[in-house]
């Protein structure tokens, strides 16, 4: 059974940064394809970032590009979501998702297995 449990969000100031970080258990996932989505108060949950299997080739929704870094560290048995400069509507509980092995990015929710508890993560203005 896979477990997947994100850590390092908080309230921050409007252009703080925080790193966002997702630790997996119970499986090896460096081949996985690995997401983050992201849900506010009142909305559906969104797609933010994706990176590929084996630290591939990465994704952003348009909003964070420039300002958001996925990435991995499969020694680890980690991911990282890097977020600077940070806005109010950024404002959400942010959840990391593994979708399947040898799986390149995808945004599609539906494409992912596992998922995190969410975090959240509060920018004031």
């Known amino acids: 059974q896979v477990q997947l449990v994100e850590s390092g969000g908080g309230a921050v100031q409007a252009g703080g940064s925080l790193r966002l970080s997702c630790a997996a258990s119970?499986?090896?996932?460096?081949?996985?394809?690995m997401g983050w989505f992201r849900q506010a108060p009142g909305k559906e949950r969104e797609f933010v970032a994706c990176i590929s299997g084996r630290d591939g080739p990465t994704l952003y929704v348009e909003s964070v590009k420039g300002r958001f870094t996925i990435s991995r560290d499969n020694a680890k048995n980690t991911v990282y979501l890097q977020m600077n400069v940070l806005k109010p509507e950024d404002t959400a509980v942010y959840y990391c998702?593994?979708?399947?092995?040898?799986?390149?990015?995808?945004?599609?929710?539906?494409?992912?297995?596992?998922w995190g508890q969410g975090t959240q993560v509060t920018v004031s203005s």
């Open positions: 998702a593994a979708s399947y092995p040898f799986r390149g990015a995808t945004t599609v929710q539906s494409e992912y297995t596992y």
């Open positions: 119970g499986r090896t996932l460096s081949t996985f394809g």
